[in-house]
């Protein structure tokens, strides 16, 4: 079986939750330091088993806190998230049918180009760690949580894609979808959540890519047409010299696609579209 498979394998029921959190508390100690970087085993994954109710998150919450330390500490406040966002989604009714947190944000012209929501959904925007992101995803059901701000951002604010699409599309996908987390995820990426994201603030799909996967050991793992592909162009291949492009094998715009939006040229969009919508202050 390929590794991302034996990795994100879940033993289901309880015994499997159990199996899960038992293989967690060996490394909770240093889930602050590894959380954040989707090549390593560094989150507990049991997300799933969270929102089958096959854990109970009273009992993870005590063991956590009885455990102490900066791991354990980090981890609390994640679980601390999921039930915040519940809190919003009874307080809020309304998110759950598409509504943003903050009212004045839901008129958003977002422009939604052709052809942008399908490109990201099927992993071939030409940035390698979105589409190994949105690869995770299709093949396991499970995106890594920095993964999931970084792929969410970039269709909103590099794509200009109704964040509602995307929203829908990871319910769909995602074997631990929760519609609160989900909602709250989302809304907090493309800023018209609680406690979102500010609007300016907009994620480098290839520095966060040079600081999460500096190796590019995740992006190999789900894009096999950029194994070859030295480090240094890894996380922007289509900065590759052509006889270096023949001599991996990786034709940016055959193999592998050219990126299909400008980085920078997108993020003044962006800025545009928050501020002429006149929604900020
Ligand atoms: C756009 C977007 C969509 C998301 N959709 C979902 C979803 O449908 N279901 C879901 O469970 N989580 C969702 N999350 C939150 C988070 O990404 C996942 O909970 C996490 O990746 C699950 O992996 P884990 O169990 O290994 O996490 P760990 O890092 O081990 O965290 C432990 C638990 O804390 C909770 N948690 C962690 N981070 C968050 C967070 N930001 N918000 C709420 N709860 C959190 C989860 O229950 C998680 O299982 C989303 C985040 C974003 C940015």
Known sequence: MPTHLRELKVAPGMSGGAQFFEDFLRRIDRYHEM?????????SYL????????VSVRQLAAAAWQQG?????AWLSELIWRDFHHQIL???PDIAGGHAFKPQYDALPWPNPPGHFEAWCAGRTGYPLVDAAMRQLDQTGYMHNRLRMVAASFL?????????LGEKYFADKLIDFDLAANSGGWQWAASVGCDAQP???IFNPVTQSERFDAQGRFIRRYLPE???VQDKFIHAPWTMPAAEQQRTGCMIGLSYPAPIVDHAAQRVRALDLFKQAAYVS
């Open 90 to 92: 009874w307080h809020r």
């Open 226 to 228: 950029l194994a070859d």
């Open 156 to 164: 909103a604010k590099d794509l200009l894609v109704d964040w509602r």
């Open 69 to 73: 330390g900066r791991g354990a500490q």
């Open 47 to 54: 997300s799933v088993h969270l929102r089958f109710g096959t």
């Open 35 to 43: 959380r954040d970087f989707p090549a390593q085993k560094g989150p």
């Open 199 to 201: 609007w300016f603030r």
